[in-house]
């Protein structure tokens, strides 16, 4: 049976709330299929903001995916803000796909992609619109299945209550597993219920159902142990696609009718990243290293632009510079779209990879805005103990070459609260922005040098070495940012010329506290959503006071508090809540790397050194993929020539 569009009830409401083209669907190379052509239907969603939510490339590739594939389709729902949510529960609007306007609930699976932990309530809210119950255990076989993935998904623990099951790692073909398996299910007319597919999908081994498997708790608070139930798999196994260029999606990118963050083509020009720095969850849960080869980046892009006219393209990775062809990818381009005027841009650029003829590609086409770089840490020792091989004497010549070739600004990025880390850590990095400027100003023979110092407090997250590590509390970051901010305040010579942002540190509490939960946590997220916790990642809209309070009660009784979860170092023995999920990382090599990084010993890159056995490319049956290929990307016809 047809869907009813929820649109004309909907429209009425629009014109009494922000943004409402962002409701309205209907973009460049989106996709509406009929829906009873169709016996699986996925209702993908990230959980934020359309302006956030829209460029996600996980969403928008699972979205391609799915919708080329017969029988199936895929259709897009993000999150609605306070002012539409009040209509919608007054009007009773359920919450909508933008695509055909469809209810989510209609939907076999529900699937959300979560970068960060504070998209947590936003899933909550958008439940509670669909009309699917909050936690999993009171849902029926009308319901859609609940699956969460993404980065936040390898400990999925936190949201346990309330996701059907996750998926850990690449979702290109496991989204096609999982379909192949609902579409069976469905065929043979639902025999079990809701729980015989959830097992079906739990026994492949890359589907984690957190209903198949109970968690016992020691007196003090700990975890005694994980046990999985009724047939399911000890551990559940990251997915990992090995050649990307069989996966160039996305081929038809999604162009916004609204301002979102990011208005560009991006093609994601290899995954992975094995420089080992110990903070960097992603580095370590998306291991190896696997590129995208030359040619096939010249087509995606070629593709991409003539699907949607965007007049930027964004090269993506989690350190582009570390492309074995990077520069031959960037002199091509820059080649090929010379008279289009077609701009390339990184999302930055490690020190130690930049070079100014790579720069230059990038720029040519394109307009010449500030250098990102990303040193970390403040002072040496620091830099060692996350491993962050970059020297201030790499800094200083890099951003002198930059400084020499016209460019005049440079920012900075740092994290405070790392492992180890004293005021005298911190302090260091007024004093390498204050060299930066001195050495700007030597090149150039110019005072109008400016350096933009950005600073984050660091998480500790699950599955890298500083997973055992204590969190800096929020007062103290925010104590050791305040002495940083004075110190470069009240210097006359320099001062003025550094620019200083940071973040305080309670939201990086709530992270915390999200990042490293268990279970028990589950009751602390529906106290904060039902006390009105929404967007919790827009500061105008992070309560800290809203989520202490929450813990304070959900947490009663049980033996532990925040502290527990955030300013607690971890020993090896302690059982972790996400133990059970296997990145590919061994952990006695976390626990390795994690004493390593205490004694301030540097771990070398594994694509050009032997192996140091993480265990990843054993464990997962993988291996790195690097060029140099020799090909060049050719044809090499300049456009409109």
């Known amino acids: 049976m047809p869907v009813e569009s929820v649109f004309p009830r909907l429209e009425a409401l629009l014109p009494h709330v922000q943004k409402p083209i962002q409701y309205v669907g209907g973009e460049l190379n989106s996709t509406v299929k009929d829906w009873d052509a169709c016996d699986v239907r996925w209702a993908l969603m990230y959980p934020d903001a359309y302006e956030v939510g829209l460029p996600n490339q996980g969403v928008m590739i699972l979205y391609e995916v799915l919708n080329e594939r017969e029988g199936v389709l895929a259709e897009r729902t993000y999150s609605v803000w306070p002012d539409l949510e009040a209509l919608m529960r007054e009007h009773q609007v359920p919450q909508f796909t933008v695509d055909a306007h469809r209810p989510v609930k209609a939907f076999d699976v529900f699937g959300l992609s979560f970068s960060t932990e504070l998209g947590y309530t936003n899933m909550l809210t958008a439940l509670d619109l669909a009309g699917i119950p909050l936690e999993a255990k009171d849902r029926t076989i009308d319901d859609p299945i609940v699956l969460a993935g993404g980065h936040a998904a390898f400990n999925p623990e936190p949201i346990a209550d309330f996701i059907d099951c996750a998926v850990i790692g690449d979702g290109e073909q496991a989204v096609l597993d999982i379909t192949a398996i609902i579409r069976a299910w469905k065929a043979e007319g639902r025999p079990g219920g809701r729980d015989e597919v959830l097992l079906r999908l739990a026994k492949t081994g890359g589907v984690y159902v957190p209903r198949f498997y109970d968690v016992e708790y020691l007196p003090d608070g700990r975890i005694a142990r994980v046990v999985a139930n009724q047939g399911a798999p000890w551990r559940v196994s990251k997915h990992t696609v090995m050649d990307l260029d069989e996966w160039p999606y996305p081929k038809q990118p999604l162009v916004p009718l609204a301002e979102t963050v990011h208005e560009r083509m991006s093609v994601e020009i290899f995954r992975g990243c094995t420089r080992g720095c110990r903070f960097c969850q992603a580095g370590m849960i998306t291991r190896p290293v696997r590129e995208r080869s030359i040619t096939g980046i010249g087509e995606m892009v070629e593709r991409g632009l003539k699907a949607t006219g965007f007049e930027e393209v964004g090269l993506l990775s989690l350190s582009s510079a570390d492309h074995t062809e990077i520069g031959d990818i960037a002199k091509g381009l820059a080649d090929r779209y010379t008279e289009d005027k077609i701009g390339l841009s990184l999302p930055s650029t490690r020190v130690d990879a930049f070079n100014i003829d790579l720069a230059n590609e990038l720029t040519r086409n ?276």
Request: net charge negative.
């Open 366 to 641: 394109g307009r010449r805005s500030g250098l990102t770089f990303a040193p970390e840490g403040g002072s040496e020792r620091i830099r060692k103990v996350i491993n962050k091989m970059v020297s201030e004497e790499d800094l200083i010549r890099t951003v002198a070459t930059a400084y020499g070739n016209g460019w005049r600004q440079v920012k900075l990025y740092f994290m405070c609260g790392l492992p180890t880390e004293t005021d005298e850590d911190v302090l260091q990095i007024g004093e390498m922005a204050k060299n930066v400027i001195q050495k700007g100003r030597e090149v150039t023979g110019q005072n109008d040098i400016r350096c933009t110092v950005s600073i984050g407090g660091f998480v500790p997250k699950p599955h890298t070495p500083f997973q055992w590590a204590p969190q800096l509390s929020a007062e103290a970051t925010d104590a050791r940012l305040a002495k940083l901010r004075d110190s470069i305040r009240g210097d006359r010579k320099y001062g003025k010329n550094i620019g200083f942002r940071y973040h305080d540190g309670k939201p990086g509490i709530v992270e915390g506290l999200l990042s490293r939960g268990d279970r028990r946590i589950g009751a602390v997220i529906r106290a904060v959503y039902e006390d009105g916790g929404r967007f919790d990642g827009w500061r105008e809209h992070f309560s800290y006071d809203r989520w202490m309070t929450a813990a304070e009660k959900g947490l009663a009784g049980t033996g532990v508090d925040v502290d527990w979860y955030t300013t607690r170092e971890r020993t090896y023995e302690e059982v972790l809540p996400w133990d059970h999920l296997d990145s590919g990382l061994d952990k006695d090599w976390l626990w390795e790397d994690w004493q390593d990084a205490l004694e301030e010993v540097e771990v070398d890159d594994c694509r050009w050194t032997p192996c140091f056995e993480c265990g990843v490319c054993p464990q997962m049956d993988t291996k790195i993929q690097i060029g140099p290929t020799g090909k060049k990307l050719l044809p090499l016809t300049v456009v409109n020539s």
